[in-house]
Protein backbone atom coordinates (compact mmCIF):
# COMPACT_ATOMS: atom_id res chain seq x y z
CA UNK A 1 0.00 0.00 0.00
CA UNK A 2 1.00 3.39 -0.85
CA UNK A 3 0.72 6.06 1.64
CA UNK A 4 0.23 8.60 -0.76
CA UNK A 5 -2.17 6.85 -3.43
CA UNK A 6 -3.41 7.71 -6.29
CA UNK A 7 -6.92 5.98 -7.10
CA UNK A 8 -6.16 6.14 -10.83
CA UNK A 9 -2.74 4.43 -11.03
CA UNK A 10 -4.02 1.96 -7.92
CA UNK A 11 -6.24 0.68 -10.09
CA UNK A 12 -3.72 -0.38 -12.89
CA UNK A 13 -2.38 -4.09 -13.19
CA UNK A 14 0.59 -4.97 -13.51
CA UNK A 15 2.34 -1.99 -12.31
CA UNK A 16 3.66 -0.59 -8.68
CA UNK A 17 4.33 2.86 -8.02
CA UNK A 18 5.03 4.94 -5.07
CA UNK A 19 5.28 8.71 -4.11
CA UNK A 20 8.22 9.32 -2.21
CA UNK A 21 8.17 10.43 1.26
CA UNK A 22 10.05 10.20 4.58
CA UNK A 23 8.11 7.75 5.93
CA UNK A 24 8.03 5.64 2.66
CA UNK A 25 8.81 1.61 2.98
CA UNK A 26 12.51 1.04 1.67
CA UNK A 27 12.29 0.11 -1.84
CA UNK A 28 14.71 -2.94 -2.21
CA UNK A 29 15.51 -2.93 -5.76
CA UNK A 30 17.90 -0.17 -8.03
CA UNK A 31 15.70 2.57 -9.33
CA UNK A 32 16.55 4.57 -12.32
CA UNK A 33 17.28 8.10 -12.10
CA UNK A 34 18.30 10.70 -14.96
CA UNK A 35 20.55 13.54 -13.86
CA UNK A 36 17.86 16.02 -13.59
CA UNK A 37 19.03 19.57 -14.91
CA UNK A 38 15.75 21.60 -14.81
CA UNK A 39 15.26 21.39 -18.34
CA UNK A 40 12.75 20.18 -20.34
CA UNK A 41 14.51 17.06 -22.20
CA UNK A 42 12.76 13.52 -22.40
CA UNK A 43 14.93 10.18 -22.64
CA UNK A 44 13.33 7.20 -23.62
CA UNK A 45 15.17 4.19 -21.82
CA UNK A 46 15.45 1.04 -24.17
CA UNK A 47 18.31 -0.26 -22.74
CA UNK A 48 18.03 -1.46 -19.51
CA UNK A 49 22.43 -1.83 -19.65
CA UNK A 50 22.64 1.80 -20.14
CA UNK A 51 24.00 3.87 -17.94
CA UNK A 52 20.86 6.51 -17.77
CA UNK A 53 22.44 8.19 -14.69
CA UNK A 54 24.36 10.25 -16.72
CA UNK A 55 21.88 11.54 -19.05
CA UNK A 56 21.05 14.56 -18.86
CA UNK A 57 16.99 14.78 -18.71
CA UNK A 58 14.04 15.65 -16.86
CA UNK A 59 11.54 12.93 -17.82
CA UNK A 60 11.98 9.18 -18.70
CA UNK A 61 10.13 7.22 -20.79
CA UNK A 62 10.29 3.05 -21.12
CA UNK A 63 8.23 0.23 -21.95
CA UNK A 64 10.74 -2.55 -20.04
CA UNK A 65 9.80 -4.80 -17.88
CA UNK A 66 10.93 -5.05 -13.94
CA UNK A 67 12.52 -2.14 -14.45
CA UNK A 68 11.79 0.77 -11.66
CA UNK A 69 11.96 4.68 -12.72
CA UNK A 70 12.49 7.47 -10.87
CA UNK A 71 12.72 11.39 -10.10
CA UNK A 72 13.62 12.97 -7.32
CA UNK A 73 11.98 16.32 -5.82
CA UNK A 74 12.15 18.61 -3.13
CA UNK A 75 9.07 20.85 -3.91
CA UNK A 76 9.13 20.28 -7.35
CA UNK A 77 6.39 18.69 -9.24
CA UNK A 78 6.53 14.57 -9.61
CA UNK A 79 4.33 13.18 -12.40
CA UNK A 80 3.77 9.25 -12.66
CA UNK A 81 2.26 8.24 -16.33
CA UNK A 82 1.22 4.75 -17.06
CA UNK A 83 -1.79 3.41 -19.68
CA UNK A 84 -4.53 0.87 -19.02
CA UNK A 85 -2.97 -1.68 -20.34
CA UNK A 86 0.04 -0.76 -18.19
CA UNK A 87 2.28 -1.17 -22.06
CA UNK A 88 4.53 1.80 -21.13
CA UNK A 89 5.59 3.66 -18.05
CA UNK A 90 6.70 7.35 -17.38
CA UNK A 91 8.27 9.83 -14.65
CA UNK A 92 8.46 13.41 -15.01
CA UNK A 93 10.53 15.63 -12.82
CA UNK A 94 8.67 19.36 -13.23
CA UNK A 95 9.58 22.31 -11.56
CA UNK A 96 9.08 25.95 -12.38
CA UNK A 97 11.07 25.96 -15.41
CA UNK A 98 10.07 22.14 -16.59
CA UNK A 99 6.92 23.53 -16.43
CA UNK A 100 7.29 26.72 -18.07
CA UNK A 101 9.18 24.63 -20.88
CA UNK A 102 6.32 22.40 -21.15
CA UNK A 103 8.06 19.00 -20.25
CA UNK A 104 4.78 17.49 -19.36
CA UNK A 105 3.08 18.12 -22.96
CA UNK A 106 6.86 17.26 -24.61
CA UNK A 107 6.30 13.75 -22.98
CA UNK A 108 3.06 12.92 -23.71
CA UNK A 109 3.83 13.99 -27.12
CA UNK A 110 6.55 11.22 -27.05
CA UNK A 111 4.87 8.73 -25.71
CA UNK A 112 1.84 8.57 -27.98
CA UNK A 113 4.57 9.32 -30.92
CA UNK A 114 6.41 6.04 -30.10
CA UNK A 115 4.21 3.93 -28.54
CA UNK A 116 0.76 5.13 -30.51
CA UNK A 117 -1.23 5.37 -27.27
CA UNK A 118 -4.83 6.74 -27.75
CA UNK A 119 -4.57 9.77 -25.17
CA UNK A 120 -8.13 8.31 -24.09
CA UNK A 121 -5.76 4.98 -22.49
CA UNK A 122 -3.29 7.57 -21.00
CA UNK A 123 -3.44 7.35 -16.69
CA UNK A 124 -1.41 9.75 -14.65
CA UNK A 125 -0.94 11.37 -11.24
CA UNK A 126 0.44 14.60 -10.55
CA UNK A 127 2.00 14.28 -7.10
CA UNK A 128 3.30 16.03 -3.97
CA UNK A 129 4.88 19.56 -4.59
CA UNK A 130 5.09 22.40 -2.90
CA UNK A 131 1.43 24.54 -3.61
CA UNK A 132 -0.19 27.50 -3.32
CA UNK A 133 -0.07 27.97 0.20
CA UNK A 134 3.34 28.25 0.17
CA UNK A 135 5.00 28.64 -3.32
CA UNK A 136 5.01 32.72 -3.50
CA UNK A 137 7.27 33.72 -6.23
CA UNK A 138 8.68 37.46 -7.83
CA UNK A 139 6.00 39.34 -9.63
CA UNK A 140 7.98 38.82 -12.54
CA UNK A 141 7.94 34.83 -12.43
CA UNK A 142 4.15 35.11 -12.14
CA UNK A 143 3.31 37.63 -14.64
CA UNK A 144 5.58 35.37 -17.16
CA UNK A 145 3.46 32.26 -16.32
CA UNK A 146 0.40 34.21 -16.81
CA UNK A 147 1.08 35.69 -20.18
CA UNK A 148 2.10 31.88 -21.28
CA UNK A 149 -0.77 29.93 -19.93
CA UNK A 150 -3.31 32.55 -19.74
CA UNK A 151 -5.75 32.63 -16.45
CA UNK A 152 -6.54 29.63 -14.50
CA UNK A 153 -7.47 30.20 -11.08
CA UNK A 154 -6.54 27.43 -9.67
CA UNK A 155 -2.98 28.64 -11.00
CA UNK A 156 -2.86 31.55 -10.09
CA UNK A 157 -3.26 33.08 -6.75
CA UNK A 158 -2.11 36.87 -5.24
CA UNK A 159 -2.85 38.11 -1.70
CA UNK A 160 -1.75 41.31 -0.34
CA UNK A 161 0.34 41.71 -3.06
CA UNK A 162 2.02 38.58 -3.07
CA UNK A 163 2.17 36.01 -5.88
CA UNK A 164 1.99 32.26 -5.41
CA UNK A 165 1.60 29.81 -8.00
CA UNK A 166 0.16 26.05 -8.04
CA UNK A 167 2.87 24.25 -10.59
CA UNK A 168 0.92 20.98 -9.47
CA UNK A 169 -2.91 22.33 -11.06
CA UNK A 170 -0.29 23.71 -14.00
CA UNK A 171 0.38 20.03 -14.78
CA UNK A 172 -2.59 18.66 -14.27
CA UNK A 173 -3.96 21.20 -17.20
CA UNK A 174 -1.01 20.25 -19.30
CA UNK A 175 -2.12 16.45 -19.13
CA UNK A 176 -6.15 17.65 -19.80
CA UNK A 177 -5.20 19.79 -22.50
CA UNK A 178 -3.35 16.57 -24.24
CA UNK A 179 -6.37 14.95 -24.20
CA UNK A 180 -5.55 12.90 -20.89
CA UNK A 181 -8.83 12.22 -18.58
CA UNK A 182 -8.02 9.91 -16.31
CA UNK A 183 -5.51 11.96 -14.12
CA UNK A 184 -5.57 12.38 -10.30
CA UNK A 185 -3.30 14.79 -7.95
CA UNK A 186 -1.95 13.98 -4.83
CA UNK A 187 -3.10 17.23 -2.87
CA UNK A 188 0.23 17.37 -0.64
CA UNK A 189 1.95 20.22 0.17
CA UNK A 190 5.59 19.52 0.83
CA UNK A 191 6.02 22.78 2.25
CA UNK A 192 3.47 21.84 5.06
CA UNK A 193 3.74 18.44 5.48
CA UNK A 194 7.30 17.69 7.26
CA UNK A 195 7.33 13.81 6.12
CA UNK A 196 8.24 15.09 2.84
CA UNK A 197 11.62 16.82 1.63
CA UNK A 198 11.37 20.69 1.12
CA UNK A 199 13.69 22.49 -0.56
CA UNK A 200 12.34 25.76 0.55
CA UNK A 201 11.36 24.89 4.39
CA UNK A 202 14.90 23.53 4.64
CA UNK A 203 16.80 26.26 3.00
CA UNK A 204 18.54 23.94 0.14
CA UNK A 205 19.86 21.83 3.09
CA UNK A 206 17.75 18.93 2.19
CA UNK A 207 17.88 15.38 0.57
CA UNK A 208 14.48 14.19 -1.92
CA UNK A 209 11.84 12.03 -2.59
CA UNK A 210 11.97 9.76 -5.29
CA UNK A 211 8.91 9.27 -6.66
CA UNK A 212 8.92 5.78 -8.86
CA UNK A 213 7.10 3.72 -11.23
CA UNK A 214 7.83 -0.26 -12.23
CA UNK A 215 6.29 -2.36 -15.43
CA UNK A 216 5.82 -5.94 -13.87
ZN1 LIG B 1 1.96 24.65 1.84
Redesign the pocket.
Known sequence: MNKYESNILSNIKNISYNFGSKSSKIINEPIFTVKQTHGDNVFILNNPAEPIDKIEADSIITNLKGIRIGVKTADCVPILITDLDATFISAIHSGWRGSYYEITPKTIDKIIENFKIDPNDIVACVGPS??????EVSFDLWNKFKIKFGQNKFVFSEKNNRFYLNLARLNLSFLQSKGISKVDIINQ?????DDFFSYRRDKSLTANQISNIRLN
Open positions: ILSCCYCTFCN
